[in-house]
């Protein structure tokens, strides 16, 4: 979490990453696919919790895991649709195309060396449609090792609700820094050297205070200090989920983004839940009995659907 491996851009990103911090360096050389992005981390998320569950109930494990990929997009909130299958499938591409080479320290052991961050991936099972139904993916072995020592640290399960890539790495950077202690304040310089932002200072700056006027986070909120400094703090009862109470972000079951599909056919359905979120800001974030239904009424509402 402490390093900027995966692109923030949401287009193919073909940029060679370097990185230096206090005595680390990480270089991050994509494919022709382009970089691997945040979302593509996902896939990685979902196999490390898969490990760490097997290890706290005593069980074998291995590199190499076999995946249900239905359970796999329900679980990061991806689309279950057939375009939800071919852009996991090109993830996974990204995921083994996109090499590091880094000396960062994992399970005691410091090494200087490259590898991608999945060794391989396979479709083991597919439906006559194409959709794959089970699937094979092998981590790096540096990835392996760092599951291993238990060099992790667990997310809350809103993380996957967070649409915005900037949002998904400051809250990393937040739960990195910010884990053990009651608050962690930064200065924007070094934020942004830390998310692997490429906007300019001015443009980073807006983005982070209007992602503290926002306050999506989960867990944690962002506020800024005198002289480009922000500070995160934890938020009372951290880590138990999003709620509709007032001030709380509503919470969207995947089924009710499945309906919006169906209204708003051609639409972004993830930019018209940030839509549909502003507009909750702007009124007081009120609380609401049903997030879904509220969500949906909005929708039909909405001009031009």
Excluded at 153 to 169: A, G, M, N, Q, V
Excluded at 170 to 198: D, M
């Amino acid at each position: 979490m402490e390093h900027p491996v995966f692109t923030l851009s949401t287009r193919p990103d073909r940029r060679i990453l370097s990185y230096a911090h206090n005595g680390v360096t990480v270089t991050v050389v994509p494919s022709m696919r382009g970089l691997a992005t945040l979302f593509d981390k996902d896939i990685l998320i979902y196999c490390i919790s898969q490990l760490m569950a097997a290890l706290n109930q005593g069980r074998p494990v291995s590199r190499e895991l076999r995946l249900t990929a239905h359970d796999l997009l329900m679980a990061t909130n991806r689309e279950t649709s057939g375009d939800g299958y071919l852009r996991l499938r090109e993830a996974f591409e990204r995921l083994a195309g996109t090499r590091i080479t880094t000396n960062l320290e994992t399970g005691g052991v410091e090494v200087t060396t490259g590898f991608g961050l999945i060794d391989g991936w396979q479709i083991l099972r597919a439906t006559r449609g194409g959709r794959m139904v089970q699937v094979s993916v092998t981590l790096s072995d540096w990835l392996y090792r760092a599951v291993l020592a238990k060099s992790v640290l667990t997310l809350s399960r809103d993380y996957f609700r967070l649409r915005k890539p900037l949002e998904r790495r400051v809250y990393e950077l937040a739960r990195k820094h910010c884990g053990h202690q009651p608050e962690w304040r930064v200065g924007l310089a070094t934020l942004q050297k830390k998310s692997g932002s490429a906007s300019p200072l001015r443009v980073f700056r807006k983005m982070i205070r209007d992602m503290a006027r926002e306050d999506h986070l989960p867990d944690y909120r962002l506020a800024e200090e005198e002289g480009d400094v922000f500070c995160v703090t934890r938020r009372g009862g951290a880590g138990q989920g999003a709620s509709a109470a007032p001030g709380r972000q509503p919470v969207l079951r995947a089924a009710t983004l499945e309906t919006a599909r169906s209204l708003a056919p051609g639409w972004d359905i993830y930019a018209l839940e940030a839509e549909w979120r502003a507009v909750w800001n702007r009124s007081g974030r009120p609380a609401l009995r049903s997030p879904d239904a509220a969500f949906i009424g909005w929708l039909k509402k909405r001009p031009g659907n």
